[in-house]
């Protein structure tokens, strides 16, 4: 490789980044600065990767988890050769339609693993793909799977609640492949982190069972060293590396006015001239250049040989390992599903829809046993989702296909994304549905990067009886509808839950959320040539005559709506019920097509134990609506519904006083 000076191609990361700061007069140029030296020494000596193969499977990964750093990972991307990170996009940083947005997307730009920026996220997501590389390379073989998952942290990520959350987990599991190195530089957006943290974060890693230790940041050769020792670990590591925000800023570094805002003409200059890097703007010597140009390909014939060593491998696990990375489904599945809902159709059952989709999983891990990953924070005995084949993971028991997370949601959904990420395994996590609000931003980030994730959320509504308030969903439903790219089903009876945990699987674009109840409920479907439940809503009950209205209802309320057709019927009102296990996905359909789901009789009624945000798109706002309006109760399921007015007698009671 090319001799160029550590210190000359680490300035040239700090150049392009104070740069594009500035032009854009936006950013965080103190991050690219003060992590210059950690970046250079990682990817000139010790990441394996190849910039002609950006998505290699076997490439290790770099997460850049102090998202508001960005302009330090475009600038990497730019200097080790990356096609389309050209110049002109480090000049258009943080502009509409750039892929140099403000912080790193995942699918937007070539190289970037995850996306980050929410702090803790990028942190608590390489752990998953830690874990998937543990998981597969047992599977498959070290010869096949054998990288690290590094990952450059802020303060911000440490004090995030849901890194303890992570940094826990990978303890636990001694995911020993995954390093972390921290950019100790004491500074936050208010001031020193002394104002607000005093915690020691390399006592408060090795109390996890991570290895850490605490070295200087601009110092090449500690860096070199403490990642030398990092690999050879059994555990995971932290390295803490004590640098300067802003270096080589005369006047702003190591404060935090060069935290989240542009140097300035004169700092600029100043900085420049301090460091030896030329006056004009985004400009990189020709040898500088050369030598991480260099670096880019350097890993190019580790790649090679890995595609040699895959071409050895038998034919029949090569397509297996290359299916799995695409996310393809077996064909052995959906074969799975068709025997399964014909079965269910012969021998109808009755069963909480918790309990339907734990007979759903069996078939699930059936047809593909190796590749379905399922675990939950700690309440497995009443989500239902471990199938009775499944062993569990552990640090000794790496081929266990599904994961005691504890107690941990946020984590929990973080790390799926990052499984996901790698690829190899269908993941899916669970809890109750109310807890959603612990694991949101996870969630968030996965509807955001189209991760096919799935959650299964149980004791769905009021109707889990006695622990009352506090773990009834009531608005829930509504806010999981409301993120973007987030597919909600709410599945009334068996045949439903195995419909929708079909589409579910088979969504690799976006996360679902499957929520099930606690209690029991009839079969309602007799009929199963195709799945209705991929249009969000269908007839389930048609009118006898010409409807006069339509009851429309999810989930347990489902069979609320078929009791309350059968009274109005024999008092003479034709009405329709149409079961709605997604409403955002009736609502994204074509306009013929949900017109036609909809229908056109005059009144129209919606029935959910939930709170109505979304329906008056279904039934209008002056549509009937019978659902909650308040927190819920404690007290139990025979008495909660009645009590709330959330019952077939109050379905035909909003119809009745509509009829003219």
Excluded at 429 to 457: I, S
């Amino acid at each position: 490789m090319t001799q160029v000076d550590h210190n000359r191609m680490a300035n040239a990361i700090r150049g392009l980044a104070m740069d594009g700061v500035e032009k854009a007069k936006s950013g965080h140029p103190g991050l690219p600065m003060g992590a210059a030296d950690m970046a250079t020494v990682l990817f000139t000596q010790f990441l394996k990767f190849d910039v002609t193969a950006l998505d290699w499977p076997d490439r290790d990964r770099f997460v850049l988890s102090a998202g508001h750093g960005s302009m330090l990972l475009y600038a990497l991307l730019h200097l080790i050769g990356s096609p389309e990170m050209t110049i002109d996009q480090l000049k258009d940083f943080r502009q509409l339609g750039s892929l140099t947005p403000g912080h790193p997307e995942h699918g937007h730009t070539k190289g970037i693993e995850t996306t980050t920026g929410p702090l803790g996220q990028g942190l608590s997501t390489a752990v998953g793909m830690a874990l998937a590389e543990k998981m597969l390379a047992a599977e498959f073989g070290k010869k096949i799977v054998d990288h690290h998952t590094y990952v450059l942290a802020s303060d911000g990520d440490l004090m995030e609640g849901v890194s303890q959350e992570a940094i826990a987990m990978a303890g636990h599991w001694k995911l020993n492949k995954m390093i972390v190195l921290y950019d100790d530089n004491g500074i936050s957006i208010d001031g020193p982190t002394s104002i607000s943290d005093s915690v020691d974060q390399v006592k408060r890693f090795k109390a996890c069972g991570w290895a850490a230790e605490k070295i200087d940041g601009h110092d090449q050769g500690a860096i070199a060293a403490a990642i030398t020792r990092a690999q050879k670990s059994n555990k995971p590591t932290l390295i803490a590396c004590r640098t300067t925000i802003g270096f080589g800023a005369p006047h702003k570094a190591g404060t935090n006015k060069v935290h989240g805002e542009a140097l300035g003409a004169e700092e600029l200059k100043a900085a420049k001239e301090n460091l030896g890097i030329s006056l004009e703007p985004f400009s990189v010597p020709d040898d500088v250049l050369k030598a991480w140009r260099e670096a880019g390909k350097r890993g190019a014939p580790a790649r090679q040989e890995w595609e040699g060593r895959l071409a050895e491998l038998g034919s029949r696990k090569r397509a297996e390992f290359e299916r799995r990375l695409r996310h393809e489904r077996p064909a052995a599945l959906a074969k799975a599903f068709k025997a399964y809902k014909k079965e269910l159709l012969e021998k109808p059952m009755t069963a909480a829809t918790r309990k339907s989709s734990e007979a759903v999983i069996e078939v699930i891990a059936g047809a593909m046993p190796m590749e379905f990953l399922a675990g939950s924070a700690d309440l497995t005995g009443s989500n239902n989702n471990k199938a009775k084949s499944a062993t569990a993971f552990s640090a000794k028991t790496p081929k266990g296909r599904f994961i005691h997370y504890g107690i941990r949601e946020h984590g929990m959904c973080a790390a799926m994304n990052g499984i996901f990420l790698h690829g190899g395994f269908a993941p899916n996590g669970a809890t109750f549905l109310v807890f959603t609000d612990y694991a949101r931003p996870a969630m968030r980030l996965a509807a955001l990067m189209g991760t096919g994730v799935v959650y299964v959320m149980t004791h769905d509504s009021i109707g889990l009886g006695e622990d009352g308030p506090t773990h009834q969903p009531v608005e829930h439903l509504s806010a999981l509808r409301a993120i973007p790219n987030m597919r909600v089903f709410r599945p009334c009876d068996s045949v439903e839950v195995a419909e929708c945990w079909e589409l579910a699987l088979n969504r690799i674009d976006g996360p679902t959320v499957l929520a099930l109840t606690r209690q029991n409920l009839p079969q309602l479907r007799t009929s199963a040539n195709e799945n209705p439940c991929q249009y969000g809503a269908y007839e389930l009950v048609p009118a006898q005559g010409e409807a006069k209205a339509t009851l429309f209802a999810s989930g347990s309320e489902v069979e609320m709506a078929v009791a309350a057709q059968k009274q109005l019927a024999e008092r003479g009102i034709p009405t329709r019920v149409v079961s709605v296990p997604s409403l955002e996905l009736l609502l994204a359909q074509p306009k013929e097509r949900r017109d036609a789901i909809i229908g056109n009789a005059p009144i129209k009624v919606a029935i959910e134990a939930a709170v109505r945000w979304g329906w008056d798109a279904v039934i209008g706002q002056d549509g009937e609506f019978i659902g909650m309006h308040s927190f819920g109760a404690s007290a139990p399921l025979n008495k909660i519904f009645k009590h709330f007015g959330i019952t077939a007698e109050a379905a035909v009671n909003a119809v009745l006083k509509r009829v003219s």
